[in-house]
C-alpha cells in the first residue's frame, strides 16, 4: 500500500520567507510525528499528534513554528520568516502500534 | 532527560569482516528501534526490540537489547557493499509512555564497506 508523503521534496526559501511542509501519513494511521534532520546528525523530534490532538510540542524550536492536523489525518507543518538555521531535512513518520513509517522528508534550504 | 549514544560514528570496514555498532541510552525506555538511511533518502525501519534479551536477525544484521545494561547491539556478519549506509539507534522517549510516543535518536553510524 501507499507509504508515507511528502510535499514539496525540496524547498527553497529566501530568509523571512513563511513556509508550509505538508504530509500524508499512511491512510488509518492514529499518530503523526515531525522530525527534523540536520546535515549529519540524527533526527530530533519536534511535534506529536494523536488524532487531530497534538499531544507533545516540546521539540519545536521556537514559536516561529506551527503544526496542526486538523481532520486526523493530513499535517501541515509552518514555519513563519524561516532563518538559515532552519535548512535541514523534516521527517514525517506516522504510526499504528509501535512501528514509526518515515516519509521521504522535504529538504529545506533557507537562503 | 534521555540520551543515546551510538559508536562508533564512522565505520570502514571490509567485505567478509563482521562488526558491531553500539547503541546506549541513560534512562529507561520500553522500545528500541534500527533504522537505515541511505544518503538522500528516507528511514528504513530495521528492528524493533521490545523486551530484554530480545533478539531479532534479518540477513546479515542481527539486533540485540539489555535493558539492564541499558544496551543495544547491531551486529554486521560477512559484510557486503551493499550495507554501506548510515544507521541510527533510536529509543522511546514520550512523557506519554507506552507505544505511541516519539522516539531519540543517536548521532548515527556511518558504515562502509570496502572490496
Known amino acids: 500500500g501507499a507509504g508515507v508523503s511528502q510535499s514539496p521534496r525540496y524547498k527553497v526559501a529566501k530568509r523571512g520567507q513563511d513556509v508550509a511542509l505538508r504530509c500524508d501519513p499512511i491512510s488509518g494511521h492514529v499518530s503523526l510525528f515531525w522530525y527534523q534532520q540536520a546535515l549529519g546528525q540524527g533526527p530530533e523530534f519536534l511535534t506529536y499528534?494523536?488524532?487531530?490532538?497534538?499531544?507533545?510540542k516540546s521539540g519545536l524550536p521556537s514559536d516561529r513554528f506551527f503544526a496542526e492536523r486538523p481532520e486526523g489525518s493530513v499535517s501541515t507543518l509552518k514555519i513563519q520568516r524561516t532563518q538559515q538555521e532552519d535548512s535541514a531535512v523534516y521527517l514525517c513518520?506516522?504510526?499504528?502500534?509501535?512501528?514509526?513509517?518515515f516519509g521521504p522528508g522535504t529538504r529545506l534550504t533557507v537562503t | 532527560e534521555l540520551k543515546v549514544e551510538q559508536n562508533p560514528l564512522f565505520l570502514s570496514m571490509q567485505e567478509g569482516k563482521n562488526y558491531t555498532i553500539y547503541c546506549n541510552y541513560s534512562?529507561?525506555?520500553?522500545?528500541l528501534y534500527w533504522y537505515r538511511q541511505d544518503p538522500g533518502k528516507s528511514l528504513e525501519s530495521l528492528f524493533v526490540?521490545?523486551?530484554?534479551?530480545a533478539v531479532k536477525q534479518e540477513g546479515r544484521l542481527m539486533a540485540s537489547l539489555d535493558t539492564k545494561a541499558r544496551l543495544s547491539t547491531l551486529h554486521i556478519t560477512a559484510a557486503v557493499h551493499d550495507l554501506s549506509a548510515t544507521y541510527f539507534c533510536?529509543?522511546?522517549?514520550?512523557?506519554?509512555?507506552?507505544?505511541?510516543?516519539?522516539?531519540?535518536f543517536g548521532k548515527g553510524t556511518k558504515l562502509s564497506v570496502k572490496p
Open positions: 526490540l521490545l523486551s530484554n534479551g
Open positions: 513518520a506516522s504510526s499504528l502500534f509501535y512501528e514509526q513509517y
Open positions: 534512562t529507561t525506555s520500553d522500545r
Open positions: 533510536a529509543v522511546g522517549g514520550s512523557l506519554y509512555g507506552g507505544s505511541q510516543g516519539n522516539l531519540i
Open positions: 499528534f494523536q488524532n487531530e490532538a497534538q499531544l507533545d
